[in-house]
């Protein structure tokens, strides 16, 4: 482990991507996860490409229906960085 190298992050997914991808490893279509949301499928597809906001809500019901936390969906890529003490 001491020539261990940490992965470099080398793609950027958005908030909709990651909706999108997550929908699409369960094998579902907009249309799918809208009936199991009651989220209009045009809602979905809306939030996929950036052009509505998911929100903490939606995330909530999205996520049950996909079987993730919300944090996967709102917070993609997101990391954890060290601070330095002052």
């Given at each position: 482990?001491?020539n261990?190298?940490?992965?470099?992050?080398?793609?950027?997914?958005?908030?909709?991507?990651?909706?999108?991808?997550?929908?699409?490893?369960?094998?579902?279509?907009?249309?799918?996860?809208?009936?199991?949301?009651?989220?209009?499928?045009?809602?979905?597809?809306?939030?996929?490409?950036?052009?509505v906001?998911?929100?903490?809500?939606?995330?909530?019901?999205?996520?049950?229906?996909?079987?993730?936390?919300?944090?996967?969906?709102?917070?993609?890529?997101?990391?954890?960085?060290?601070?330095?003490?002052?």
């Open positions: 482990m001491k261990f190298k940490k992965a470099k992050k080398t793609v950027d997914v958005s908030v909709g991507e990651s909706v999108r991808i997550i929908r699409e490893l369960q094998e579902m279509s907009q249309n799918d996860l809208a009936e199991a949301t009651g989220i209009p499928q045009s809602t979905i597809s809306a939030i996929e490409n950036d052009r906001k998911l929100g903490v809500e939606r995330a909530k019901v999205i996520a049950i229906a996909l079987k993730c936390h919300p944090a996967v969906l709102v917070f993609p890529g997101w990391e954890i960085k060290k601070e330095t003490a002052a």
